[in-house]
C-alpha cells in the first residue's frame, strides 16, 4: 500500500466550474498535509497547506481535511485553463519524511 | 527575493560514474530537503536537513549523501550511479522543515 494515493486522472472540467481533487494516506500519525500544482516540465509549486481537520480557503483554493478518514481534497472554484496542470498531494510520515502521491492531472477545458 | 536555486541544471553522466548537485535555499530558509522525481511519478523523499544535521532519510541507497554548510546550501552526492538514477532531482527550502518551496531542478541523465 502506497503512503499516499491520489487518481491519476485525467481529471477534465469546463472553465467556470469547480474541479475537486482527492487524496488518501495511509499513516494516522500524519499531522501536515500540502497540495502543489506542477505544470508539464517544471517543479512542483506550493498552493495549499492543512494541519487541522476542516476546510482552509485561499482565494479560489479550498483545502479540506478529514484525519478520521485519512483523507485530503482540494477544490478549485471557477477553474481556469491556466489551472491545467498535475496536482500533488504530500503528507509528512515518521521520522520526518515526506510523501508524495503520483499526482493527479486536471484538465480545463475553455 | 530569489527563490531556491539549484545547479547544474542538465547534467549526463556515465554509468558508475559520481555526481554532486547544489542548491541554496531561499533567505532566511534552514532547512533543505532533496526529492527524486522520474516521469509520472510525485516527487520521492530522499533527505531533510536542518541546520546543517540530517533529520529525514527516504529509502534510497547509501550511495546517496547528502550535506549541509553553515550558509545552509547544500549538496547531494551519488555515487556508481545507475542507469534507473536517471531523473529530475529537486531541492526545496523551508523555514523549518515544513512548507517547502521547489527549486527549478537538476535534470540528471545516466548513460
Known amino acids: 500500500q502506497k503512503e499516499v494515493e491520489q487518481n491519476s486522472g485525467p481529471l477534465s472540467v469546463p472553465e467556470g466550474a469547480i474541479a475537486s481533487l482527492n487524496c488518501t494516506y495511509s499513516?494516522?500519525?500524519?499531522?501536515?498535509f500540502f497540495w502543489y500544482r506542477q505544470y508539464s516540465g517544471k517543479s512542483p509549486e506550493l498552493i495549499m497547506f492543512?494541519?487541522?481537520?476542516g476546510d482552509k480557503e485561499d482565494g479560489r483554493f479550498t483545502a479540506q481535511l478529514n484525519k478520521a478518514s485519512q483523507y485530503v481534497s482540494l477544490l478549485i472554484r471557477d477553474s481556469q485553463p491556466s489551472d491545467s496542470a498535475t496536482y500533488l498531494c504530500?503528507?509528512?510520515?515518521?521520522?520526518?519524511?515526506?510523501?508524495f502521491g503520483s499526482g493527479t492531472k486536471l484538465n480545463v477545458k475553455p | 527575493d530569489a527563490g531556491v536555486t539549484q545547479s547544474p541544471t542538465h547534467l549526463i553522466k556515465t554509468r558508475g560514474q559520481h555526481v554532486t548537485l547544489r542548491c541554496s535555499p531561499i533567505?532566511?530558509?534552514?532547512?533543505v530537503s532533496w526529492y527524486q522525481q522520474v516521469l509520472g511519478q510525485g516527487p520521492q523523499f530522499i533527505f531533510q536537513?536542518?541546520?546543517?544535521?540530517?533529520?529525514g532519510r527516504g529509502n534510497f541507497p547509501d550511495r546517496f549523501s547528502a550535506r549541509q554548510f553553515p550558509n545552509y546550501s547544500s549538496e547531494l552526492n551519488v555515487n556508481a550511479l545507475l542507469l534507473g538514477d536517471s531523473a529530475l532531482y529537486l531541492c526545496?527550502?523551508?523555514?523549518?522543515?515544513?512548507?517547502?518551496?521547489f527549486g527549478p531542478g537538476t535534470r540528471l541523465t545516466v548513460t
Open positions: 533567505s532566511g530558509h534552514k532547512s
Open positions: 492543512i494541519y487541522s481537520n
Open positions: 526545496a527550502s523551508s523555514l523549518a522543515g515544513y512548507e517547502q518551496y
Open positions: 499513516d494516522r500519525g500524519s499531522q501536515s
Open positions: 504530500a503528507v509528512n510520515g515518521d521520522f520526518n519524511k515526506f510523501y
Open positions: 536537513y536542518y541546520e546543517k544535521e540530517e533529520r
